[in-house]
């Protein structure tokens, strides 16, 4: 469950449907572990006490099942001034959104670059609630939508996405970008290096 105090009434509804929707993204992502519409019971409640005035308070308890249907709680308690959380993000959507509109993906077969939709899904990471163009995935979860902004930056600068898989320090071997394990023998062998424009050339997931 979680409780807090807003500085304004406006706002409530919107963060309670993300806050709960995050649990959403995770039974979505795990079907083995919740199969035929089963999810984790959760509450989420926001509360408005002008008294508090700016001052936020956040109450957070999870309860999780541990060995021989034992349980585990864990209870967090935060304070601060809301004010002084949410005016550096706005400085962050101000950047970032200038920032996509520099932008444009080059697709192959097309003479022109295309930039980015006027609904920009990037900027969930800083919002309370996601707005996506139609017919787009709505992600809610905060690390995942982090994620997002940190690929994006680095194929601008030529870089692959990051998985955190690291294969090639499980394999003991090099690994190439943009390449599969089965073509790394042939390639090694051959006497001209893959040029370094190869090695760091952004890919997308299809590819």
Same mark, same amino acid.
């Given at each position: 469950?979680?409780?807090? %105090?807003?500085?304004?009434?406006?706002?409530?509804?919107?963060k309670?449907?993300?806050?709960s929707?995050?649990? @959403? @993204?995770?039974v979505?992502?795990?079907?083995?572990?919740?199969?035929?519409?089963?999810?984790? =019971?959760?509450?989420v409640?926001?509360?408005?006490v002008?008294?508090?005035? =700016?001052?936020?308070?956040?109450? =957070?308890?999870?309860?999780?099942?541990?060995?021989?249907?034992? %349980? &585990? %709680?864990?209870?967090?308690? &935060? %304070?601060?001034?809301?004010?002084?959380l949410?005016?550096? +993000?706005?400085?962050?959507?101000?950047?970032? $959104?200038?920032?996509?509109?520099?932008?444009t993906?080059?697709?192959?077969?097309?003479?022109?670059?295309?930039?980015?939709?006027s609904?920009?899904?990037l900027?969930s990471? +800083?919002?309370? $609630?996601?707005?996506?163009?139609?017919?787009?995935?709505?992600?809610? *979860?905060?690390?995942?939508?982090?994620?997002? /902004?940190?690929?994006? +930056?680095? *194929?601008?600068?030529?870089?692959?996405?990051? &998985?955190?898989?690291?294969?090639e320090?499980? /394999?003991?071997?090099?690994?190439?970008?943009? +390449?599969?394990?089965?073509?790394?023998?042939?390639?090694?062998?051959k006497s001209?290096?893959?040029?370094?424009?190869?090695?760091?050339? *952004?890919k997308?997931?299809?590819?």
């Amino acid at each position: 469950a979680v409780v807090s %105090t807003q500085s304004a009434h406006y706002g409530r509804g919107s963060k309670e449907i993300s806050k709960s929707n995050v649990v @959403d @993204d995770m039974v979505e992502s795990n079907k083995i572990l919740y199969s035929d519409g089963k999810k984790p =019971d959760h509450c989420v409640v926001i509360k408005y006490v002008p008294y508090v005035q =700016d001052s936020k308070r956040a109450m =957070d308890e999870y309860i999780s099942e541990i060995f021989m249907h034992g %349980t &585990n %709680t864990i209870v967090c308690h &935060n %304070t601060c001034e809301d004010s002084l959380l949410a005016s550096p +993000l706005i400085i962050d959507l101000v950047i970032l $959104a200038e920032l996509c509109e520099r932008i444009t993906v080059k697709l192959d077969g097309e003479p022109e670059g295309r930039r980015f939709t006027s609904i920009l899904s990037l900027l969930s990471y +800083l919002l309370k $609630a996601p707005l996506v163009p139609e017919g787009s995935p709505v992600v809610n *979860a905060l690390f995942r939508q982090r994620a997002c /902004i940190e690929n994006m +930056l680095r *194929a601008c600068i030529g870089l692959p996405p990051v &998985n955190h898989m690291l294969l090639e320090h499980k /394999i003991g071997a090099p690994v190439q970008q943009g +390449l599969s394990m089965t073509t790394q023998p042939q390639l090694l062998k051959k006497s001209n290096p893959v040029s370094s424009a190869h090695r760091t050339h *952004a890919k997308s997931p299809s590819q």
